[in-house]
C-alpha cells in the first residue's frame, strides 16, 4: 500500500505547534480508513476487517515486547550499522 499521509498531530509532547495556519491538513484522511472503506464496499465483512485490525495489533504487540526484551546495541555497531546503510545501493525495483 502507498499513501500520502499528513501529520495532524506536533512532532512531541514539547511542540507547542502555532507554525500551521488553522485549517492546514483540511481535506486529508486517514488512509487506512480509506482502504476500510472501500474493503467493505468490496464485500469484505466487518468480521473479516476486525481479524485484520486485530492481527495487525497482535504484531505491533510482539515487536514492542521483542525490542523492549532487546538488548541496547554497543555504540560500535550503531555506527556501523550507519555506514553500511550509506552505502548500500537502493535496490531497484
Given at each position: 500500500m502507498e499513501a500520502v499521509t499528513?501529520?495532524?498531530?506536533?512532532?512531541?509532547?514539547?511542540?507547542?505547534g502555532g507554525y500551521r495556519p488553522d485549517g492546514d491538513g483540511a481535506g486529508?484522511?486517514?488512509?487506512?480508513?480509506?482502504?476500510?472503506?472501500r474493503l467493505a464496499g468490496l464485500g469484505v465483512s466487518a468480521a473479516e476487517l476486525a481479524a485484520c485490525?486485530?492481527?495487525?495489533?497482535?504484531?505491533?504487540?510482539?515487536?514492542?515486547?521483542?525490542?523492549?526484551?532487546?538488548?541496547w546495541p554497543q555504540p560500535s555497531?550503531?555506527?556501523?550499522?550507519?555506514?553500511?546503510?550509506?552505502t548500500t545501493p537502493a535496490p531497484v525495483p
Open positions: 499528513y501529520l495532524a498531530t506536533t512532532f512531541s509532547t514539547s511542540d507547542r486529508f484522511t486517514d488512509p487506512l480508513a480509506v482502504a476500510t472503506e485490525d486485530d492481527e495487525a495489533e497482535a504484531l505491533l504487540r510482539d515487536a514492542v515486547a521483542f525490542a523492549l526484551a532487546s538488548p555497531e550503531i555506527v556501523d550499522y550507519g555506514a553500511r546503510w550509506d
